[in-house]
């Protein structure tokens, strides 16, 4: 099936998508739930999406960090020489992405710790993963723009200041708002949900204007292989489903709208890669000679029962 | 040409004014290491004390649960992210090394990365569970996050070990043996001792903290000083460590080079005074530390870890993998090739400063293909001030016969037109920079330098093996 295949670049892919998924879930936990706190904090409400959300904002950042990892493993062997030049381009002020996790770290267990300090810590949080994401769209793009690569060196910049950067921000806005509202919702009580559906509506809307306004403006629309359908449908089974989730919040709408969620997320995934996918590096002899694949995926099973086990251990915990 | 066109991949060289290159990723590493460490023997400690809690010694069990908040806040935070720190200043640094050892380690490096997951979720679990979990629940997931999280430092100890003695995996042996090679045993006992004592030290300072009687924190300091005790091996780890190291760069570290001999003599001695206050004071003597002291020997074992890391680091020259990759990033069997052709004629990227001659400019194409690894311009380890003594002949000579010049410099890769314009480009930065400077490039002075280069061949000047 398009785009895989039985090379080893393939299993690099399948690898990637599935750890960039995942890592997808978590630091959009971390940005929209930052926001959704700070506006909670500033509206002064006591809002109990929002006090569970700040009590689980560090870990879901350690996790999304943690998660991140395989993506970025795997993307250095994928376009190993697009994203080391992009790195290099951007330089020290794309190496500013790790002071800035640190500085949002610490905020948001400010924000757990001290009301005092909440809304200058989930502000300063809030800017700091803003930065993040924005610095993660602009080397996204420098990887695909190599024609730009000697002007930009030459000319010592830092910042890649194309158009382009808004309308992806913008998609990954909305996404953020659905999956963090997805995530949120399995908590929730019924009343909760209600609000939820509309946040993650809101998400799912941004996303649908910023593409139809970019197929619009671009005239053309890549079907990848028919991904972008089945995330289409996917998007909009999702908006139902939330609908339906607001009118009947016990009800099996929850369930369908995160099954559409996560597949218009994986689709999402593979619709973004398309256009790279001629870029991947094919041919490296010394990477697609390396051993040790068993070994990995021996350890991933044993990696996943051990989690599992943890999982399983604290909700056996009885409660405080 | 594009700069994805060429054979040899030439990245975009970034910059750090004053900073050489080694002390950006030093810095970074340094922290990295010491954290990581910590958080490892802190996992192990945790376990060892929760067993003494379970077992009667409620102090011990009131110290768990505060050490843990330590733990999660300090080596969770900036330890998990200084090693994300690690491998983007790596690129910046070394985007060939990375890309090398990404290339031949990535399921080894994924299969770390899957224990590194299991000790985060683990030791969140028991930040966040802990004091509601079952006596048993709680040993079990200290286990599991002090073995994860000592398994993830088994991972990449191969990994980082590999770079400085790639043993049987140089002819061919694959994967493995570059895993298993001769330094990752006695680096990988080293570290794992190195982190128990800061784990040990650590604890005495939080035991300090506690709000105890004083016989109460003694009792518990005898307990965490026990920990510490693996430093005494210390002195056999080192050796054990030399010994498999090859033999230019034992050479280079115990006398060879002044600096890194003093690196060895600060490592050596900071953890002799460690290792002999804890045996000595703490064990045998069983004397009471308090909190200064303990934070003062942490900041001793900092010194000995950073040391340490620079010996580590200083021992590979001139490669960044032995035998296959210089600390140029230009491998061994393509410097006839740039011999041949220049450093420079495949460099696709202009320079971000102009010079007043097409030679300078030339030359500082050069230095910033085959100089600005290591050396800045006027900074650290800065060119100008290493060779303002020489003069021009000497800098020739010395510069074509780099790897005879300095056993720990590569080979020059370049022609005799490079070398010419590398030493007019530091007669140039001597001469302030001046807005005029007269081109030198007599038909004798090349072939002299021609004649020196062949002289000097391309080959290394240590074997390898």
Redesign the interface.
């Known amino acids: 099936m398009w785009p895989f295949d039985a090379s080893i670049e393939s299993l690099w892919l399948v690898l990637y998508l599935v750890t960039f998924v995942l890592h997808a879930v978590f630091v959009s936990y971390v940005a929209a739930g930052t926001a959704y706190t700070l506006v909670a904090a500033l509206r002064r409400s006591s809002d109990p999406i929002a006090a569970r959300t700040r009590d689980w904002l560090p870990f879901m950042l350690g996790a999304g960090i943690t998660a991140g990892i395989g993506p970025l493993l795997f993307i250095q062997l994928l376009y190993q020489r697009r994203f080391y030049t992009a790195n290099l381009l951007l330089g020290p002020r794309w190496g500013a992405v790790v002071p800035a996790l640190i500085v949002g770290f610490y905020a948001l267990y400010l924000a757990k710790a001290s009301e005092r300090w909440r809304k200058l810590a989930l502000g300063v949080g809030l800017a700091c993963f803003g930065f993040v994401a924005w610095s993660w769209t602009e080397i996204h793009l420098v990887m695909l723009d190599d024609p730009a690569w000697r002007a930009m060196y030459g000319a010592g910049q830092r910042f890649y200041l194309d158009l382009a950067v808004v309308p992806r921000l913008v998609t990954w806005f909305g996404v953020m708002l659905a999956l963090y509202a997805t995530v949120a919702a399995w908590s929730a009580s019924s009343s909760e949900r209600g609000r939820l559906a509309g946040l993650a509506l809101v998400g799912i809307i941004a996303c649908g204007v910023t593409s139809a306004v970019l197929v619009v403006i671009r005239h053309e629309l890549d079907p990848a292989h028919g991904w972008t359908y089945v995330l289409a449908i996917a998007a909009i089974v999702a908006a139902i489903a939330w609908g339906w989730t607001a009118r009947r919040p016990d009800g099996p709408g929850l369930a369908l709208a995160t099954g559409a969620t996560t597949a218009a997320l994986v689709a999402g995934a593979v619709v973004r890669e398309a256009p790279r996918l001629a870029m991947i590096e094919h041919g490296r002899a010394t990477a697609s000679a390396s051993g040790g694949l068993v070994v990995f995926f021996v350890t991933f099973a044993i990696g996943v029962a051990a989690i599992t086990w943890v999982v399983r251990t604290v909700r056996a915990a009885p409660a405080t | 040409m594009?700069?994805?066109d060429s054979t040899i991949?030439y990245?975009?060289?970034?910059d750090?004014g004053p900073l050489m290159k080694g002390l950006v990723i030093g810095g970074v590493g340094i922290l990295h290491v010491f954290l990581a460490q910590f958080a490892i023997g802190g996992g192990m400690l945790l376990w060892y004390f929760e067993r003494l809690g379970q077992r009667g010694h409620q102090d011990a069990r009131t110290f768990v649960d505060g050490y843990f908040k330590v733990l999660v806040?300090i080596s969770?935070?900036?330890g998990?992210?200084?090693?994300?720190?690690m491998?983007?200043?790596t690129?910046?640094v070394g985007?060939r090394t990375?890309?090398?050892m990404?290339?031949?380690?990535?399921?080894?490096?994924?299969?770390e990365?899957?224990?590194?997951?299991?000790e985060?979720?683990?030791g969140?679990?028991f930040y966040?569970?802990g004091p509601?979990?079952s006596d048993r629940?709680r040993l079990?997931?200290l286990a599991?996050y002090a073995l994860?999280s000592w398994l993830s430092l088994f991972w990449i100890n191969g990994i980082l070990s590999w770079q400085l003695t790639p043993g049987a995996w140089l002819d061919g042996g694959?994967?493995?043996a570059g895993f298993f090679n001769a330094s990752f045993w006695p680096s990988l006992v080293f570290r794992t001792a190195v982190a128990c004592t800061l784990a040990a030290l650590v604890g005495c300072i939080i035991i300090n903290t506690m709000d105890l009687a004083r016989e109460q924190k003694a009792a518990l300091i005898r307990r965490a000083s026990r920990f510490a005790a693996p430093i005494a091996l210390m002195p056999v780890l080192a050796l054990w460590f030399f010994a498999v190291l090859p033999e230019d760069s034992r050479s280079w570290l115990l006398g060879g080079s002044m600096p890194m001999l003093m690196f060895v003599g600060v490592a050596a001695g900071a953890s002799f005074l460690i290792g002999g206050y804890v045996v000595v004071g703490l064990i045998l003597k069983r004397l009471f530390i308090n909190g200064a002291t303990a934070t003062l020997l942490l900041g001793l074992a900092f010194g000995a870890t950073a040391a340490g890391e620079f010996v580590r680091e200083g021992a590979r020259k001139p490669y960044t993998v032995r035998g296959v990759l210089y600390s140029t990033s230009i491998r061994p069997t393509e410097v006839a090739a740039l011999r041949a052709r220049g450093a420079t004629a495949d460099d696709?990227?202009?320079?971000?400063a102009t010079y007043p001659t097409a030679q300078l400019t030339r030359g500082a194409k050069v230095e910033r293909a085959l100089c600005d690894a290591c050396h800045t311009m006027r900074g650290a380890n800065a060119l100008v001030e290493l060779s303002h003594t020489w003069t021009d002949d000497q800098l020739r000579l010395n510069l074509a016969k780099l790897q005879r010049t300095k056993g720990f410099m590569p080979p020059f890769a370049g022609n005799a037109e490079d070398v010419e314009a590398l030493v007019q480009l530091l007669r140039w930065e001597r001469g302030k920079r001046a807005a005029s400077f007269a081109p030198t490039s007599s038909p004798e002075t090349l072939a002299q330098i021609a004649r020196w280069l062949d002289e000097a061949g391309t080959e290394p000047a240590g074997a390898v093996q």
Not at chain 2, 348 to 352: A, I, K, N, T, V
């Open positions: 594009s700069p994805l991949p990245y975009p060289v970034n750090f806040l969770f935070v900036v998990a992210l200084t090693g994300v720190a491998w983007f200043t690129i910046q985007a990375i890309g090398l990404i290339d031949e380690f990535h399921w080894l490096w994924a299969t990365w899957v224990w590194f997951a299991v985060i979720v683990s969140y679990a966040r569970y509601r979990l629940a079990q997931l599991l994860a694959g994967v493995w696709p990227y202009p320079l971000q």
